[in-house]
RNA sequence: GGGCCGCUAGCUCAAUGGCAGAGCUGUGGACUUUUAAUCCAUAGGUUCAGGGUUCGAGUCCCUGGCGGCCCA
């Protein structure tokens, strides 16, 4: 029940110590100096330009020319008639802002500290000198508040608590580089991406992320409702039967790079909406998209760190150059147990070997799923060098072309890093009637039951009769990629990745 | 879904069942060359929430919330 006739609350006063100060200060700004959030700053040089330009000052030199600068206040050492700030820019940027008493006068340097704080936006006019320890510094004549900071900024020298960095990443940017930098080296990594298809003449598309069948991977969906449509639709787990429609239209060599969605758990290497790329090329194969793939992702590194050599957050470095290792799943699997397996194996005998290792055996596999399951218990997570793993079995890859030597077996690679998949391809199935077996065969999964399983697409199979060429195509996780390129966990790769409400 | 660990000042963390603390931050003061400045003084708490045991609970028990790790 709402109190109609008494005034609500002021909130400030219930706030935090630290945060009243700041709204007094906020209050005093407005009323003393007319603005404490002022419409801009007639800045003349950004700190990166006064850095540049003045790169070679001696120490303890006065350039004698003025500049207007701005940033956040990130250090403050306020002293009796001089006081230092360190202002720092959007770009990182940083550098140092003098007030001396002889130069902007006792009541505006008082005014400085008594209403200035660590995170304010300021803006401050002065010459361009250095200190007597060299520092590069606006000596300052005016200044005024840009923007006044209502929350104290965390301490600097500590670091933040896992969540409170991922909850208030606006906050990690301010203190943490680190997180700052991430941002710039996944943008230089995706605009690599781009780049390198545009080379390759790829054409980049954007497909529905509203699905009314969701299809191309096995994963539950998170269903939505169009209202105008009154039906229910699902947020796509993969591109791929709309990137194949293209393909048929004659769209040769395709891509898009965008957002999936899955419903499923979350996890410091799960994140359920995950940036993608998928490529597919007309005339292509799997060998051709293992190519494709080695080169975006050296490429990436380079852009990213300048070589093919990346070195990670915890200094250990990864060499993606050069080729890289290439087996079978029955090949290295065989090697793994220590006896020679392969597509034909019975079932039983799998499961001999899944007990072996304490691994649980869900009834509904069959060998292929099974040799699957052995596979990423017993070799995936050693796998940290670059390697494509091929031809997995037809059993667990309905959309794949079949092997074109070897039964049983699809032209279908994962490529691993770090103990992770980063990326996957086929050679594409594009026999419509095969096609159909094989999605009608999903269906009926799906009708007993499995989430996973796709519903029939029957315009996507409408779309195959009328003939997709032979094609490569290719899938590689965009953040997994930043994961591999920096060794860090998915939650720092995204910028605002979901967390719980609070 | 199961198990384990955590949640205390703005931030990072202490505190045998017995006065809820430190550093940084803040506030007041000193200091015209600081670089995580220094010195003096000082403020700041619904200990995640609710319930229970106890003379007494941050601490022990129960339920719930949020997070992390491991397992499925």
Request: with cysteine; proline share 5%; aromatic share 6%.
């Amino acid at each position: 029940m709402t109190e109609q006739t008494t005034p609500p609350i002021d909130p400030a006063d219930d706030l935090p110590e630290q945060m009243r100060v700041r709204r007094e200060k906020r209050d005093r700004l407005l009323v003393e100096t007319g603005d404490a959030y002022p419409v801009g700053y007639p800045r003349t040089a950004t700190l990166a330009e006064i850095r540049a330009r003045y790169a070679e000052l001696p120490t303890d030199t006065a350039s004698g020319d003025t500049a207007a600068v701005t940033g956040r206040v990130i250090f403050i050492r306020n002293t009796g008639k001089l006081c230092f700030a360190t202002l720092r820019d959007g770009d990182g940027t940083e550098l140092q802002a003098m007030l001396s008493l002889d130069r902007v006068g006792a009541d505006r340097l008082a005014d400085w500290k008594r209403l200035v704080d660590l995170g304010d936006h300021v803006g401050v006019t002065g010459e361009v000198i250095t200190s007597r320890r060299g520092e590069l510094s606006v000596l300052v004549d005016t200044w005024a508040v840009t923007a006044k900071a209502l929350r104290p900024l965390p301490v600097a020298h500590k670091p933040l608590s896992e969540e409170a960095r991922v909850r208030q990443r606006y906050v990690d940017l301010i203190v943490r580089p680190q997180a700052r930098q991430m941002v710039r080296t996944r943008a230089a990594a995706v605009r690599s991406l781009r780049d390198s298809l545009h080379d390759r003449s790829f054409v980049e598309v954007e497909t529905p992320m509203l699905q009314l069948i969701h299809g191309g991977a096995a994963a539950r969906p998170f269903v939505t409702h169009s209202n105008a449509l009154d039906t229910d639709l699902y947020l796509r787990i993969a591109p791929e039967l709309f990137l194949k429609r293209a393909v048929v239209g004659g769209i040769d060599r395709v891509f898009e790079i965008n957002r999936n969605f899955r419903n499923e758990g979350i996890d410091s290497s799960h994140s359920p909406e995950f940036a993608m790329l998928e490529a597919y090329e007309a005339y292509g194969d799997y060998d051709t998209m293992a190519t494709l793939a080695r080169q975006l992702v050296q490429e990436a590194a380079v852009a990213v760190s300048g070589s093919t050599v990346v070195t990670h957050a915890d200094g250990t470095e990864l060499d993606l150059g050069g080729e890289w290792r290439s087996v079978t799943l029955f090949g290295v699997l065989s090697e793994a147990l220590g006896e020679e397996v392969s597509v034909t194996t019975e079932r039983a005998r799998l499961a001999q070997y899944a007990e072996k290792v304490g691994m649980a055996v869900d009834p509904k596999w069959g060998p292929g799923k099974l040799a699957e399951e052995l596979f990423e218990e017993l070799v995936v997570p050693g796998l940290r060098e670059p390697t494509f793993v091929r031809d997995y079995p037809e059993e667990t890859s309905p959309l794949t072309r079949s092997h074109r030597e070897q039964p049983g077996l699809t032209e279908k690679w994962d490529l691993y890093v770090l103990g992770f998949e980063l990326g996957t391809a086929y050679s594409e199935l594009v026999d419509p009637v095969v096609q159909r077996e094989r999605l009608v065969a999903q269906a009926q999964l799906a009708a007993r039951g499995d989430a996973e399983a796709m519903r029939l697409d029957e315009d996507f199979l409408r779309a195959m009769e009328y003939g997709m060429p032979p094609a490569g195509g290719m899938g590689m996780g965009i953040d997994r990629l930043l994961m591999a390129l920096t060794g860090l966990g998915i939650r720092e790769t995204i910028l605002f990745p979901l967390v719980r409400a609070e």
